[in-house]
């Protein structure tokens, strides 16, 4: 069975203090494996779609990277505004519905 | 462009009762997907149409139960509501051929006591 994990739970950065996001997943074929933010009371908020070892992508402060069991989203110098739980994903079996993990709260203070 | 649109935004019920929670896709997505999301579960994957037909179906009771229209619009039905029903319902929706990527909704929160 697809399981996707993603780690930490919860992540508490200064401005400006870089890090990264883990998110491990399991799948037989994978078929794209995407991040999403969500902000709360919101619905999740498209990020990035990722389909083969080595592809990174980049938006703003943020790059996806992704390897053959892993992929990364790192958050350069973030601000106030990044703070969010971030959600990694890969699809569902043939279709577009999606397996999720748990997310990563993200929490930036000034 | 409009967003995926659902309504209604907040649902309150009682155990037993059934609920009927409902979604408009963007103008030209055939594919809707819904999601139940709670704080100890996350978000998990309800079921999937494309064009009125059910594609994927994910792990829960047959209490779940959706459909969709001819204009793509879709419902979800959950009967006999139990108080762990309680979630944010999300819908997301989706044109093929564009990266399959999956838009959602602001969701219904539902609210079982």
């Known amino acids: 069975e697809d399981q996707v994990t993603q780690s930490p739970e919860a992540l508490r950065l200064q401005e400006g203090e870089s890090s990264s996001l883990n998110c491990s997943y399991t799948?037989?074929?994978?078929?794209?494996l995407f991040w999403y933010r969500q902000d709360p009371g919101k619905g999740p908020e498209f990020l990035f779609t990722l389909y083969s070892a080595g592809e990174e992508k980049e938006k703003e402060r943020l790059k996806a990277t992704l390897t053959k069991k892993e992929s990364f989203l790192h958050i350069t110098a973030p601000k106030p505004e990044d703070s969010a739980t971030y959600l990694c994903?890969?699809?569902?079996?043939?279709?577009?519905?999606?397996?999720f993990g748990k997310g990563t709260s993200l929490l930036v203070t000034p | 462009k409009a967003g995926v649109t659902q309504t209604p935004r907040y649902l309150i019920k009682t155990r037993g009762q059934q609920v009927t929670l409902s979604c408009s896709p963007i103008?030209?997505?055939?594919?809707v997907s819904w999601y139940q999301q709670t704080p100890g579960q996350g978000l998990q994957f309800l079921f999937e149409y494309f064009s009125e037909t059910q594609r994927n179906k994910g792990n829960f009771p047959g209490r779940f139960s959706g459909r969709q229209f001819s204009n793509s619009r879709s419902e979800m039905n959950v009967s006999t509501l139990e108080l762990g029903d309680s979630a944010l319902y999300l819908c997301a929706s989706s044109l093929a051929g564009s990266g399959n990527i999956q838009y959602f909704g602001a969701g219904t929160r539902l609210s079982v006591l």
């Open positions: 994903a890969v699809r569902v079996n043939s279709g577009y519905a999606l397996n």
């Open positions: 799948v037989s074929g994978l078929r794209g």
């Open positions: 103008s030209g997505h055939r594919s």
